[in-house]
């Protein structure tokens, strides 16, 4: 089973989002792969954005948790490493570098909507939601 994660900042938001569509999409495809999340810039036990679980709802999604600081470990743990922005790939990268060849930018850029009404979480679920298609398309393929 191919293991991914996905980070953003502060993992309320955007890789929630990520990890919840990765997971159902997978497994409505068929593909062997299980999504995590993660944030660089947070601390653990903070609950996920209310627009977030809502957008997901809306879309017939559902995910539970709360938002936790990467680590090496899961690091170590997963296949692929997903940056939701080119910035936060390139953080990545310089925080975990032994960890470098896993890391990989988003396919698309996806701003963090933190603050936001739902309308912005939704201009941010559909670039996630087109992400997920693409990588699930490359893991079909054995192209990641």
């Known amino acids: 089973m191919k293991k991914v994660l996905f980070v953003c900042s502060g993992n309320t938001c955007r890789s929630p989002m990520a990890q919840a569509c990765f997971n159902d999409l997978a497994k409505k495809r068929g593909i062997d792969a299980v999504a995590f999340s993660a944030g660089l810039y947070t601390q653990d036990g903070l609950p996920y954005a209310t627009n977030t679980l809502e957008v997901l709802q809306d879309n ?3 995910v539970s948790g709360s938002s936790k600081q990467i680590t090496d470990e899961m690091l170590a743990e997963c296949d692929l490493v997903f940056g939701l922005t080119y910035s936060l790939s390139t953080a990545l990268v310089a925080a975990f570098p ?3 060849d896993k890391i ?3 396919p698309l850029e996806v701003p963090d909507p933190f603050g936001g009404d739902i309308v912005l979480y939704r201009r941010s679920f559909n670039k996630i939601a087109e992400g997920i298609g693409k990588i699930l398309n ?3 393929v054995n192209k990641l």
């Open 104 to 106: 990989y930018r988003f």
């Open 138 to 140: 490359a893991i079909e």
């Open 60 to 62: 017939g999604i559902t």
């Open 98 to 100: 032994d960890h470098s």
